[in-house]
């Protein structure tokens, strides 16, 4: 009977096939940090930020008293990122790219 059990056991092991694994799935968040400063090096606290995605209005904050300005993206973050900075009668503009594109080597953001 034992060998019977055993012989049975053996046949299904044999015929089970491949096993499937379970699998993984990568997540994607980007956070932009803007750090506004004076030219004399001293930060722009309460400085007014308007952040654009596509040339659309997304965000508008103010930074915090070290001059930092800080928002999670939607989705990848992908897209043509404008941004306008205001405080203490300057008013300084400036773009960023991001492109996140898969290739051999990995994925990529451009920035620039």
Not at 14 to 29: D, E, I, K, N, T
Not at 46 to 58: I, R, T, W
């Amino acid at each position: 009977m034992k060998r019977i059990l055993a012989l049975i056991l053996l046949a299904m092991l044999l015929c089970a096939g491949a096993s499937s694994a379970h699998r993984m799935f990568v997540g994607q968040r980007m956070t932009l940090d803007l750090y506004v400063l004076y030219d004399d090096g001293s930060p722009a606290g309460n400085a007014m930020v308007k952040l654009y995605q596509d040339g659309k209005l997304f965000a508008e904050n103010v930074t915090d008293s070290s001059g930092k300005f800080s928002i999670v993206l939607p989705g990848k973050g992908t897209g043509k990122w404008q941004y306008e900075v205001s405080g203490g009668g300057h008013t300084e503009k400036g773009s960023i790219n991001i492109d996140c594109s898969w290739s051999a080597e990995g994925s990529k953001a451009v920035v620039g």
